[in-house]
Nanobody
Framework: QVQLVESGGGLVQPGGSLRLSCSAS????????MAWYRQAPGKQRELVAS???????AYGDFVKGRFTISRDNAKNTMYLTMDSLKPKETDMYVC????????WGQGTQATASS
């Protein structure tokens, strides 16, 4: 069983930045496919970014160079730096770890509002 804990969410002005973190339990973090999703109430969960165990990265089309995903295997932690946040991107951001199973965190709320 893998436990994931997100942090770093908060309230920023439109155009502002946030850095989200996802800390994982256990000793196999380096082998996991990791990803960030976002979900607003009543909407389908949407993939934001992913990073494989080998460091291959992919982003949702809407990111357009504004977000950066990274991982620190020594710290069992994945990050998402979000720049130029838009009000419509106010969502719960949830991290996911995949091995033979998928594990999900509880999420951290990111809000861009004036």
């Amino acid at each position: 069983q893998v436990q994931l804990v997100e942090s770093g969410g908060g309230l920023v002005q439109p155009g502002g930045s946030l850095r989200l973190s996802c800390s994982a339990s256990g000793r196999d973090f380096a082998t996991y496919f990791m990803a960030w999703y976002r979900q607003a109430p009543g909407k389908q969960r949407e993939l934001v970014a992913s990073i494989t165990s080998g460091g291959v990265i992919a982003y949702g089309d809407f990111v357009k160079g504004r977000f950066t995903i990274s991982r620190d295997n020594a710290k069992n932690t994945m990050y998402l730096t979000m720049d130029s946040l838009k009000p419509k991107e106010t969502d719960m951001y949830v991290c996911c770890a995949r091995s033979t199973n998928a594990y999900w965190g509880q999420g951290t709320q990111a809000t861009a509002s004036s």
